[in-house]
């Protein structure tokens, strides 16, 4: 079973950073797709941040500079550092894997999401 527990999030002033983290159970992870995605009140989910397995990052282009994603493969760590945060981040900020199934006649990736967690920036 392959869960995903995030911590970090809270209320930030507007030009501080917050460090978001997320820990990933039941997986393999090193070799799977990461990220961080965030959901404001009767918005869409999107894409903040992703890391593949070997490293490549992609970043939405209203965080470019600001926001860095990293991995510790070790200990099956997602960390999201977050810096000069606006108040149009506030969010809820959700971490997700997608996580191959590759030892079976037909391997398959799924999508796991964490529970969520809320990130207000006040101004």
């Known amino acids: 079973q392959v869960q995903l527990v995030e911590s970090g999030g809270g209320l930030v002033q507007a030009g501080g950073p917050l460090r978001l983290s997320c820990v990933i159970f039941g997986s393999t992870f090193a070799d799977n797709n990461v990220g961080w995605y965030r959901q404001a009140t009767q918005r869409k989910r999107d894409m903040v941040a992703s890391?593949?397995?070997?490293?490549?990052?992609n970043y939405a282009d209203s965080v470019k500079g600001r926001f860095t994603i990293s991995r510790d493969n070790a200990n099956k760590m997602l960390y999201l550092d977050m810096t000069s945060l606006k108040p149009e981040d506030t969010s809820v900020y959700y971490c997700?894997?997608?996580?191959?199934?590759?030892?079976?006649?037909?391997?398959?990736?799924?999508?796991?999401w964490g529970h969520g967690m809320q990130v207000t920036v006040s101004s």
């Open positions: 997700a894997i997608d996580q191959t199934f590759a030892d079976t006649s037909k391997p398959y990736t799924n999508r796991y």
């Open positions: 890391i593949s397995g070997g490293g490549q990052t």
